[in-house]
């Protein structure tokens, strides 16, 4: 049994993830069980540091995510026994670290408490990428916003995922375009020569160019397309109203 035991906590020590066991009582207190080694790296605390203040690991758990995530885990734990969060902890050298964390919880009716074992691994790497592209999608968007073009992003199909467009006298509103077929937004010879270029510059990869002269609703609108690819089976339709310079020239 012992050579079990001892075996069973190299295990344990080996892994990088911070496995736990402790005991939460009615009044909210803690006793702390067992530590493995894998929270030095997570935490930056040893797992003797961890057991020795048992306020510790607490007094590091950011407060709001102490007060809204991590002790409504814990209460959830009485009903559930099972339960996963994510939270920021302050490291050891100072930086802020997310953790995940799943519980998995027993009753222990003898002494009136929740014998609670987590496991936990450190999620920060993650969580930058994220943000990371976050701010990349966010400062992509402002730039696409920037430019005055229409711009439409659409499968082989012909079918419309997303518009940017600020021109309120657009002739087709972002609203009406999202989600419809170009055969059910533009007149049908021109849904026919947009569906070309589309599927010319997927076959090709080269950017599609060409100018369109239609008449929606009462109003005549002179266009030049760009159709340029953007994935497998994407293209971006890129269209700049010439309605204003072909009026200048003539």
């Known amino acids: 049994m012992q050579r079990s035991e001892a075996k069973l906590k190299d295990v344990l020590n080996s892994a990088t993830v911070g496995i736990c066991s402790f005991r939460r009582y009615i009044d909210d207190s803690l006793e702390y069980e067992y530590f493995s080694a894998g929270h030095a790296l997570i935490y930056g605390y040893t797992s003797k540091e961890l057991m020795a203040d048992i306020h510790l690991w607490k007094s590091r758990v950011h407060p709001e995510d102490l007060k809204n995530i991590v002790l409504p885990a814990h209460k959830k734990l009485l009903k559930h026994h099972s339960c996963s969060m994510e939270y920021r902890f302050f490291h050891k050298d100072g930086s802020v670290r997310w953790i995940s964390e799943d519980l998995t919880a027993r009753w222990d009716e003898v002494v009136d408490c929740l014998v609670i074992t987590s496991a936990a691994v450190d999620r920060t790497a993650r969580k930058q990428a994220e943000e990371a592209l976050r701010q990349s999608e966010a400062t992509k968007n402002q730039i696409l916003k920037a430019i005055p073009d229409l711009m439409v992003w659409m499968t082989i199909d012909g079918v419309c995922l997303d518009v940017i467009d600020d021109n309120p006298d657009s002739a087709i509103p972002r609203w009406v375009a999202i989600g419809k077929n170009l055969y059910d937004l ?17 076959q090709t990869g080269e950017v599609q160019v060409y100018e369109h002269q239609f008449t929606m609703r009462g109003k005549t609108f002179n266009e030049e397309i760009r159709v340029v690819v953007v994935g497998t089976d994407r293209v971006l339709v890129i269209v700049r109203d010439m309605t204003d310079r072909r009026s200048v020239a003539s």
């Open 186 to 202: 533009l007149p049908a010879e021109v849904a026919q020569k947009r569906k070309q270029a589309v599927q010319q510059a997927l």
